[in-house]
C-alpha cells in the first residue's frame, strides 16, 4: 500500500472529512485516478466538497468514478492537468 493509500485509510478510520482535498502527486507516479477513486470510495470529502488533483498532462485521468460523483472540470496548462471532481448533490 502506498503512502497515499495508507493516508486515505487513515483519516477515514478517524472519520475525518475535508471541504477542499488538494492532490499533487509525483508526475512518474500516475496515481491520479487511483487517488480520486479511493477519496471517493472512503468517503473523505464533505457533501459539497471538491477533490482537485494536479498530474501531467499527458496522464489520462478518470472520467467516471460513481454515480454521485462527476469530473466537474478539467483544464490543461503548459504540461500540467488540473482535475476537479465533486458530488452530482448533496449525499
Known sequence: MSDYEKAIVKLSNENIKFDYIFADPPYALNCSSNIALKVFEHDLLKPNGILIIESDESEKVIDNIDTNVIKYK??????????????????
Open 74 to 91: 478539467e483544464k490543461i496548462y503548459g504540461r500540467t492537468r488540473i482535475s476537479i471532481f465533486k458530488y452530482l448533490e448533496e449525499h
